[in-house]
């Protein structure tokens, strides 16, 4: 069963060099107790979509059914089971973690005797038992975060909204809030979260919705979009840049598609389907024509390759691109 | 296991009940930061001190007129907790800065109840700041010579006034990028206001365009029933000459129920538009 539906999205701001489009017409639709990712860089319209659905703003065009409720005409009827977090931390600094979380609880209207047990149940669930009680002020940014999605879960949601939950984390803490995530999810919770990382998508989701210019341009598991971008890649560094040009026709010998050689002609670099022995064929090749090394290896694709591959240019381009467009229009 | 049990997600009680529950739990948030924030509660005391002691004893010599204290408190009351209210405007920028104000839109909760709990908030602050003012004030001379009901009457209407500013300032709090303009800007926008109005001289000795600009100063007809209210007008003066200060009851009780008419919608329109970036 489909439980977050949207059609048609369009979000339209005015700037004086034009409209400029957040979203242009997204479709979207994510089943019941499934994680879906929305991958994409900054200014691609994640954030937008996600502030549709969770009642923030309204589109400009479009539908949005969540739960069966039309987002746009009973906005305070979703709200009351959807949980959300947004991209900062939206906690009150001069309140304890658990004030916090009570305010929240009473705001969902829970009485305050819920609202307090259901506080210091999550509390413990998320460790901030020391924390508990001191105003968030001068808590780290992880334990923020944790504060922040602890919040989203007060009604224990149907729907869970996290837009880039682990941007700005530390590795460790990254991992550790992946963990509460993935333990969410497992209990049937149907979940909605946009990330710039591959790895994440890949980690959390079922299915990802890779956005650019406002609209979804591939969809699929992780796995699927893996296999449209090639699995690994071969990446070596070149001691003589004379050499890139060698070195590139041996590496897309034994890879899929061209190889791809760095601006500065050091790095060469190739999509390949089974890594290890296509390295293992990279090496005896460039060693049997005396290329120079000074690194060889195997990666993980990244944002960058999935866009390369499907819109032809790097995700940091469109980043910068589409930021300076944004900020003009607001 | 989990304490939430399905008949807690129900919505509970009536519209009206509700935005009183909402409204409280937002107010608390605002007097947990009084109580949190030092700077807060040093400002609204020492601030109150330091102006009534300023202008009582610079201006008093200057003034050259027989009680200019108990003429300048009504004046000096009224700027303090205009000022107070500008702590709306500042909040509700900080706040949207901040995301927290997409976590309240995304909850369940009535729209004006952030409002209401900020507007609160500076309520609670100005009625600090009025205590401090009157104490320092009556150490420096100044005596309410009418009734209890006129020393109450002032106060309400002093501190009814800055509620509904609040308001005007929560809309601008919200219709900028950033708390830091918001200060600026309400020292563009309150300086003259408080000023260019009878608050700390008669304005009869103003030049013909500010004497205009202040009679119609809603600040003057504040200033003027505050004043009337503690028996504190001062017979050295000509009295007003203007329809706005010769009824400054009415000036003001319009200028109240204009504000909060007008901008408690406008504000609640606006919290349910916005959103962080």
């Known amino acids: 069963m489909t439980i977050i539906e949207a059609r048609g999205l369009k979000k339209t701001y005015k700037s004086k060099s034009g409209p400029v489009h957040a979203l242009d017409g997204l479709d979207l639709s994510v089943p019941q107790g499934t994680v879906k990712a929305l991958l994409g860089p900054n200014g691609a319209g994640k954030t937008t979509v996600v502030k549709v659905l969770t009642t923030l703003i309204q589109p400009t065009e479009g539908t949005a059914v969540v739960d069966g409720i039309d987002v746009l005409s009973n906005p305070r009827a979703v709200r009351r089971i959807i949980g959300a977090s947004g991209q900062y931390a939206a906690v009150d600094e001069n309140l304890t973690g658990f004030e916090n979380l009570e305010m929240v609880g009473r705001l969902y209207h829970l009485g305050a005797k819920t609202a307090r047990r259901r506080a210091q149940e999550l509390i413990d669930q998320f460790e901030l038992t020391e924390a508990g009680n001191r105003p968030v002020k001068g808590f780290s940014g992880g334990m923020r975060r944790r504060i922040d999605l602890a919040g989203a879960l007060v009604i224990n949601p149907k729907i869970l909204f996290l837009d880039e939950p682990t941007t700005g984390l530390d590795p460790r803490s990254r991992l550790a809030l992946w963990q509460i995530i993935k333990n969410l999810v497992n209990d049937g919770t149907t979940l909605l979260l946009t990330t710039q990382y591959l790895e994440e998508a890949d980690h959390l989701a079922d299915d990802i919705a890779v956005i650019d210019g406002g609209k979804v341009i591939a969809e699929g598991t992780s796995d699927q979009l893996k296999a449209q971008i090639g699995g690994h890649r071969v990446v070596v560094a070149l001691v003589d840049e004379a050499e890139a040009g060698a070195a590139s026709e041996i590496l897309a010998r034994h890879g899929e598609g061209e190889a791809r050689v760095s601006s500065d002609r050091r790095s060469v670099e190739v999509a390949v389907t089974d890594g290890p022995r296509a390295l293992q064929y990279v090496l005896a090749d460039l060693g049997q024509a005396g290329v120079g090394l000074h690194d060889a290896g195997m990666r993980r694709p990244t944002l960058d390759d999935v866009f390369l591959k499907l819109t032809g240019h790097t995700a940091e381009q469109e980043q910068d691109a589409n930021a300076a467009e944004m900020e003009k229009a607001k | ?277």
């Open chain 2, 1 to 277: 296991m989990s304490v939430l049990t399905k008949q807690t997600y129900q919505s509970v009680g009536t519209p009206a009940g509700q935005l009183l529950s909402d409204g409280w739990i937002a107010t608390r948030r605002n007097l947990i930061k009084i109580k949190r924030v030092p700077e807060i509660l040093v400002f609204t005391i020492l601030q109150p001190i330091m102006f009534v002691l300023l202008f009582s004893q610079v201006y008093g010599g200057a003034m050259n007129v027989s009680d200019y204290t108990n003429f300048l408190m009504a004046g000096i009351f009224a700027q303090t907790v205009i000022f107070g209210s500008t702590f709306s405007g500042a909040a509700m920028a900080q706040d949207l800065k901040d995301g927290i104000i997409d976590r309240f839109r995304t909850l369940p909760m009535s729209p004006a109840a952030v409002l209401i709990g900020r507007t609160n908030g500076d309520l609670v602050i100005n009625s600090i700041s009025m205590l401090i003012m009157m104490g320092t004030g009556w150490i420096v001379g100044w005596r309410v010579t009418t009734s209890v009901w006129g020393f109450l009457g002032g106060v309400a209407i002093l501190l009814l006034f800055s509620y509904s500013f609040s308001w005007v300032m929560a809309l601008l709090g919200m219709s900028v990028r950033s708390p830091e303009v918001i200060n600026n800007a309400s020292f563009m926008i309150l300086f003259p206001l408080t000023f260019i109005s009878n608050a700390f001289v008669p304005i009869h000795t103003m030049p013909e365009v500010l004497k205009n600009i202040a009679e119609w100063n809603p600040v003057s007809a504040l200033v003027e029933s505050a004043r009337q209210l503690f028996g504190n007008t001062n017979p050295d003066f000509p009295g007003p000459t203007a329809w706005t200060l010769q009824n400054p009851f009415i000036t003001i009780f319009l200028g109240i129920a204009l504000m909060l008419v007008i901008f408690v919608p406008l504000c609640i329109k606006k919290f349910e538009s916005i959103s962080s970036r």
